[in-house]
């Protein structure tokens, strides 16, 4: 453990100075933004500036953690002990690092849930709720399972997705590298056996060997515009307006809009039951979840609070501001009159989940097949242009 100097502004803008006990600078930062401080100045004790960075080979995972903490009280541990055991498990790395500030915190008195909610980078307000829940009614091993299985629930579409989008993404991969080929390499190369013909040519042909011709004769800077352009394109990928401007459009598709918003809320109806679950409020619910809904959305779910604090239900609220499906409106009529919304809002995520699963394994078998045939095409109609010229010799002599 280091001793650090840190000198911060706190939540009203005044400067604060303290000293933390930490294993690195990352995780006495960490702490430091726990408490609600903004750092902007750390020193190792004795002046030096703290420089030691966390190891990835030992990256942190709150999912992992959770499993093998979840094992080890299951087997009869207790907490500190199912603690300690992970940290001399991993004795190098960021995950000791990590078990070494939550064990420090314990053996100072502080509960569980305190210990974890001071390294927000590590364990999200999720799971800070879930444990603090769990020290209410003593089930913290009940608790981190039902987070394991909102985790599992929640990858478990997403897995869907970007499996279905590999072959797609290879075909499109491949495609683009054999047009790229054939254009930029084989088509020039025609385009000086047919320099004599330019007056016999197809239309067509012509402007495909023009087209050859002119990368031929100018390629360099015909690479310089390809990576110049896709220089362009990535950053501007990176840039938070043009993903947004982008998300717009996507959703004002009609079929794909419509997919993406179920696919959000039923991520919003998770959350908020695993959360309602783990005894926190539905307004703090709701609130600790709007992050999950495009920016477009975020009214809406502002108006719902607004109206739930009016004393509308749930289901009505979410309903008047656009946030329910008819299947979710309905369900959670039903998980109001019994008093259990957290495990039927989770019930809806799953119903909603299984239909866009369904929806991106159609939409992937109808996709492929149209995707091939147009690189089908696109490839015989440049090689067919190449050659049409000489299938017109072929005739002639005949």
């Not at 005044?14 to 401080?37: D, F, K, M, W």
Request: hydrophobic share 50%; with cysteine; aromatic share 8%.
């Amino acid at each position: 453990m280091q001793q650090f100097s840190i000198h911060a502004v706190d939540p009203q803008r005044n400067i604060v100075s303290l000293e933390l006990e930490a294993p690195s600078e990352a995780l006495a930062r960490e702490q430091a933004r726990g408490r609600g401080l903004e750092v902007f100045a750390l020193e190792a004790k004795g002046g030096r500036l703290a420089a030691l960075r966390l190891r990835r080979s030992g990256a942190f995972s709150a999912t992992l953690f959770s499993l093998e903490l979840t094992t080890l009280l299951e087997a009869g541990l207790n907490l500190v002990e199912a603690l300690q055991t992970l940290a001399e498990k991993d004795a190098h790395g960021e995950r000791h690092e990590v078990l070494a500030v939550v064990l420090d915190a314990i053996h100072r008195g502080e509960p569980f849930s305190q210990a974890v909610a001071a390294l927000p980078g590590h364990f999200s307000p999720l799971y800070v709720a879930t444990v603090k829940a769990a020290e209410r009614t003593g089930s913290l091993r009940e608790a981190l399972e039902r987070y394991l299985a909102y985790q599992e629930e929640l990858g478990r579409v997403k897995k869907k997705v970007v499996s279905a989008s590999i072959y797609p993404a290879i075909l499109v991969t491949v495609g683009a590298l054999v047009l790229a080929f054939l254009v930029f390499y084989v088509v020039p190369r025609f385009a000086r056996v047919y320099e004599g013909m330019a007056g016999t040519l197809p239309l067509f042909s012509r402007l495909l060997l023009a087209f050859g011709s002119f990368v031929g004769n100018h390629w360099v800077l015909m690479v310089l515009t390809l990576l110049s352009a896709l220089g362009v394109s990535l950053w501007a990928f990176f840039q938070p307006a043009f993903r947004s401007w982008l998300s717009v459009r996507l959703w004002q598709l009609p079929a794909l809009g419509e997919r993406m918003k179920v696919y959000q809320l039923s991520r919003v109806y998770r959350t908020t039951g695993m959360l309602l679950c783990a005894g926190v409020p539905a307004l703090r619910a709701l609130d600790m979840v709007q992050g999950l809904l495009g920016a477009h959305l975020r009214p809406g779910l502002a108006q719902a609070m607004r109206l739930i604090e009016q004393g509308r239900p749930m289901s009505d609220a979410l309903g008047a501001a656009g946030l329910a499906t008819p299947v979710a409106t309905r369900m959670m009529r039903v998980g109001e009159r019994s008093g259990d919304m957290g495990r039927m809002l989770g019930q809806i995520a799953r119903f909603h989940d299984d239909e866009v699963a369904r929806y991106v394994e159609w939409f992937t078998r109808a996709f492929e097949p149209v995707l091939m045939a147009c690189l089908g095409l696109a490839i015989g109609l440049v090689v067919v242009l190449m050659y049409m010229p000489i299938f017109e010799l072929a005739g002639s002599l005949q």
